[in-house]
């Protein structure tokens, strides 16, 4: 019986009570029905008529034997017909449930139970919906992580590979003039006029390592900021200051232009860090005499700069970790080719849209980031 599906073992059971029912009634009915005949006898005939009364007993009994086989024909297909109809009407629903699952389990993203009630049966239905839904939502975050977990590996591998390349010049250049000083090479036997030299080269090694490990531990550092809710022109203002006074040493005009008031919700430490990035690059590749604008129009932050326009190929390769576009601006001009690369990896990791593209009028680039304003608490 344990083996048999549902239909028929509820089929079996129903079947099998009305089955049981209509034995026990038809018993009833031919022990009782003799003894419960109705005596239409007038009472002055009932003491002389007992043998009239045994004779009606037995055609009553004989009429109930005669009537038996017919009403346990009836009865039984009457038992078959409505154990069929109700049957269906239980198992059907959990069929459709049934079905509805094989699909379910090849992750049929447009599979789903069909709700025909608001019964237990419904409820079930329902609740297995809800189940799968949530089942597809968290593989696809699982998913999403495992991509996004991937690309960080991989922009780790490529970091790294880049700062390796990016060390290996210093480094060599360094072991070449230490080894020429200590073979007395030429040039190089005035060992005191070199070692300023080896020891600025040392500097520039300190700093620049400093500068890849402070930025291969950034994702960690902007995951673990918490957003605070802040006034973003308050914000900007801070953060334009100390390049306000370096454009007016180069003779740079600096437009800052923001709204009053504008609450954001961000990590406030590592978007300012982007910013300062966008900021120092702005400043530091405007010509004397040529102007910078800080801006934003609704929910739009501009900072654009007049220079000659970068190539729409190149700056792809800009967001690069150690790419420098213009090379005439190498390491010793304080150049170290990861501003926008920590920009890029901040603003990705904040999941702030942004887009760096050059402009006609005036003629320069323009760096734009998406913010949504959030409403001050009340």
Same mark, same amino acid.
């Given at each position: 019986?344990? +083996?048999?599906?549902?239909?028929?073992?509820?089929?079996?059971?129903?079947?099998g009570i009305?089955?049981?029912?209509?034995? !026990?009634i &038809?018993?009833?009915?031919?022990?009782?029905a @003799?003894r /419960?005949?109705?005596?239409?006898?007038?009472?002055?005939?009932a003491?002389?008529?007992?043998?009239v009364?045994?004779?009606?007993?037995?055609?009553?009994?004989?009429?109930?034997?005669?009537?038996l086989?017919?009403?346990?024909?009836? $009865? !039984?297909?009457? $038992?078959?017909?409505c154990?069929?109809?109700?049957?269906?009407g239980?198992?059907? @629903?959990?069929?459709?449930?049934?079905?509805?699952?094989?699909? /379910?389990? #090849?992750?049929?993203?447009?599979?789903?139970c069909?709700? &025909?009630?608001?019964?237990?049966i419904?409820?079930?239905?329902?609740?297995?919906?809800g189940?799968?839904?949530?089942?597809?939502s968290?593989i696809?975050?699982l998913?999403g992580?495992?991509?996004?977990? =991937?690309?960080?590996? =991989?922009?780790?591998v490529?970091?790294?590979?880049?700062? $390796?390349h990016e060390?290996?010049?210093?480094?060599?250049?360094?072991?070449?003039?230490?080894?020429?000083?200590?073979?007395?090479?030429? #040039?190089?036997?005035?060992?005191?006029?070199?070692l300023?030299?080896?020891?600025e080269?040392?500097e520039?090694l300190?700093?620049?390592?400093?500068?890849?490990?402070?930025?291969s +531990?950034?994702?960690m550092?902007?995951?673990?900021?918490?957003?605070?809710?802040?006034n973003? @022109?308050?914000? /900007?203002?801070?953060?334009?200051?100390?390049?306000?006074?370096?454009?007016?040493?180069?003779?740079?005009?600096?437009?800052? #232009?923001?709204?009053?008031?504008?609450?954001? =919700?961000?990590?406030?430490?590592?978007?300012?860090r982007?910013?300062?990035?966008?900021?120092?690059?702005?400043?530091?590749?405007?010509?004397?005499g040529?102007?910078? $604008?800080?801006?934003?129009?609704?929910?739009?932050?501009?900072?654009?700069?007049?220079c000659?326009?970068?190539?729409?190929?190149e700056i792809?390769?800009l967001?690069?970790?150690?790419y420098r576009?213009?090379f005439s601006?190498?390491r010793?001009?304080g150049?170290?080719?990861l501003?926008?690369?920590?920009?890029?990896?901040?603003?990705?990791?904040?999941?702030?849209?942004y887009?760096?593209?050059?402009?006609?009028?005036?003629?320069g680039? +323009?760096?734009?980031?998406?913010l949504i304003?959030? @409403?001050?608490?009340?």
């Amino acid at each position: 019986m344990r +083996r048999l599906k549902l239909f028929p073992k509820f089929f079996l059971y129903t079947l099998g009570i009305m089955l049981l029912l209509i034995v !026990l009634i &038809h018993g009833f009915l031919y022990l009782l029905a @003799p003894r /419960m005949q109705v005596d239409f006898t007038p009472a002055t005939e009932a003491a002389g008529n007992i043998t009239v009364s045994i004779a009606r007993e037995r055609i009553v009994t004989e009429a109930v034997q005669k009537a038996l086989p017919i009403s346990l024909c009836c $009865s !039984l297909l009457i $038992s078959v017909v409505c154990s069929l109809l109700l049957t269906k009407g239980i198992t059907k @629903p959990i069929q459709e449930i049934s079905a509805s699952t094989d699909p /379910m389990k #090849k992750l049929d993203k447009t599979a789903g139970c069909t709700i &025909h009630s608001k019964d237990e049966i419904g409820l079930l239905a329902e609740n297995i919906n809800g189940l799968y839904f949530n089942l597809l939502s968290t593989i696809e975050h699982l998913e999403g992580e495992k991509n996004h977990v =991937r690309e960080l590996e =991989r922009s780790k591998v490529d970091f790294l590979r880049a700062a $390796s390349h990016e060390l290996k010049t210093p480094v060599t250049a360094l072991n070449a003039t230490l080894e020429n000083m200590i073979l007395g090479v030429g #040039k190089y036997q005035d060992c005191e006029a070199y070692l300023p030299e080896c020891k600025e080269m040392v500097e520039q090694l300190a700093v620049m390592i400093h500068d890849i490990l402070e930025t291969s +531990r950034l994702n960690m550092a902007v995951s673990q900021e918490e957003p605070v809710e802040t006034n973003l @022109p308050d914000l /900007m203002e801070e953060l334009c200051e100390p390049y306000q006074l370096i454009a007016a040493a180069h003779q740079i005009s600096f437009s800052f #232009k923001m709204p009053a008031a504008f609450p954001v =919700r961000i990590p406030v430490k590592e978007f300012g860090r982007a910013v300062s990035n966008i900021l120092a690059n702005a400043v530091a590749y405007t010509e004397s005499g040529k102007s910078v $604008s800080v801006y934003m129009v609704e929910h739009t932050l501009f900072i654009e700069n007049e220079c000659t326009p970068i190539h729409k190929e190149e700056i792809s390769r800009l967001f690069q970790p150690f790419y420098r576009p213009d090379f005439s601006r190498s390491r010793d001009s304080g150049g170290n080719g990861l501003g926008l690369y920590i920009v890029d990896t901040i603003f990705q990791t904040l999941h702030i849209p942004y887009s760096f593209a050059p402009m006609d009028e005036p003629e320069g680039m +323009r760096f734009t980031i998406q913010l949504i304003d959030v @409403p001050p608490k009340s």
